[in-house]
């Protein structure tokens, strides 16, 4: 089987730095990606990582480590409207992306 | 604008009347998947389609159906709903994009079953 774990919530105020875990048990994936999901709303897609290392897009970074199963999503310089849930994903080869869970991420003044 | 549209956005119905819920993508994706989203459980995939009459069991398959006769459409289907298909449904498409990871997803089908 395969699955990610993530932190349930995650607190911190604004303009604080914040990090996000993702730790996966599968292999053969493509990478891992984030996607961020307001309450009430979709989700979005907000990064992506085929190699190791660090991808910076503004704001958010994410991070990737296939030898320790690993990854990251990277928040910096938070505002409140970053308040909001955070799920790391992968896809395999002839399925559709697996979620974790879900991190809950809130963000006061 | 590429979108992802899901009917409806909200419904109530009673136990064991059928239903479906439509999706269509304008990006002519091959890959389009649904989703259930529950408190505490992220967002579990119910069937997934690779691409048109090719469609696959994800984790939750149970009490649905779907189809896939064009690339653009991939309704679900609840045949005789249950209480326990209350839920947040979603519905994402992806192409080759980003390894096939960048999801676009519908705005999601909040159903109650009665």
């Known amino acids: 089987g395969q699955s990610l774990e993530q932190p349930s919530e995650v607190t911190a105020v604004e303009g604080a730095i914040v990090q996000i875990n993702c730790t996966y048990q599968t292999s053969g994936f493509y990478g891992l990606s984030w996607y961020q999901q307001h309450d009430g709303g979709a989700p979005t897609f907000l990064s992506y990582n085929a190699l190791d290392g660090l991808e910076e897009t503004g704001r958010f970074s994410s991070f990737l480590s296939r030898s320790d199963s690993y990854g990251y999503l990277l928040l910096q310089e938070l505002q409140m409207k970053d308040s909001a849930s955070y799920f790391c994903a992968v896809k395999k080869a002839g399925t559709a992306l697996i979620f974790g869970k879900g991190t809950t991420l809130s963000v006061s003044s | 604008e590429a979108q992802v549209t899901q009917n409806p956005r909200y419904l109530i119905t009673v136990t064991g009347k059928k239903l479906t819920v439509t999706c269509s993508q304008n990006?002519?994706?091959?890959?389009m998947s649904w989703y259930r989203q529950d408190p505490g459980l992220g967002l579990r995939q119910i069937y997934y389609?690779?691409?048109?009459?090719?469609?696959d069991k994800g984790d939750v398959p149970e009490g649905y159906k779907v189809s896939r006769k064009e690339k653009r459409n991939f309704p679900l289907i609840l045949e005789s709903p249950s209480p326990n298909q209350t839920s947040l449904y979603f519905c994402?498409?992806?192409?080759?994009?980003?390894?096939?990871?960048?999801?676009?997803f519908g705005q999601g089908t909040r159903l109650t079953v009665v």
């Open positions: 994402a498409s992806s192409g080759e994009g980003q390894g096939g990871t960048e999801a676009f």
């Open positions: 389609s690779m691409n048109v009459e090719v469609t």
């Open positions: 990006m002519n994706h091959e890959y």
